[in-house]
Nanobody, 115 residues
Framework: QVRLVESGGGLVQAGGSLRLSCAAS????????MSWYCQAPGKQRELVAR???????NYADSVKGRFTISRTRAKDAVYLQMNSLKPEDTAVYYC?????????WGQGTQVTVSS
């Protein structure tokens, strides 16, 4: 079991920046990938960014060039640097890991971008 705790969300004006953090604990040795998802009201949860054990990363087209995902070598934390924020980025952001095919989720952190 992996426990995930997000932090760093808040209210920011358009064009501003936030850095989200996710602390991972428990059975983290076999984590295959670490991801950030977002979910806006009335919308499905969507993948924002993902980093694999190899270091390979994937980004949603909407955030490419603005957001950067990174992690510690021990896989005990994953971060999302969010720059040039837009009102449409407003959502709850969730940390996710996959361990031997099992998904774990954090509680989410609210990001609100004002125009």
């Amino acid at each position: 079991q992996v426990r995930l705790v997000e932090s760093g969300g808040g209210l920011v004006q358009a064009g501003g920046s936030l850095r989200l953090s996710c602390a991972a604990s428990g059975n983290i040795g076999n984590i295959n990938r670490m991801s950030w998802y977002c979910q806006a009201p009335g919308k499905q949860r969507e993948l924002v960014a993902r980093i694999f054990s190899s270091g390979f990363t994937n980004y949603a087209d909407s955030v490419k060039g603005r957001f950067t995902i990174s992690r510690t070598r021990a896989k005990d934390a994953v971060y999302l640097q969010m720059n040039s924020l837009k009102p449409e980025d407003t959502a709850v952001y969730y940390c996710n890991t996959n361990t031997l095919g099992v998904d774990s989720w954090g509680q989410g952190t609210q990001v609100t971008v004002s125009s």
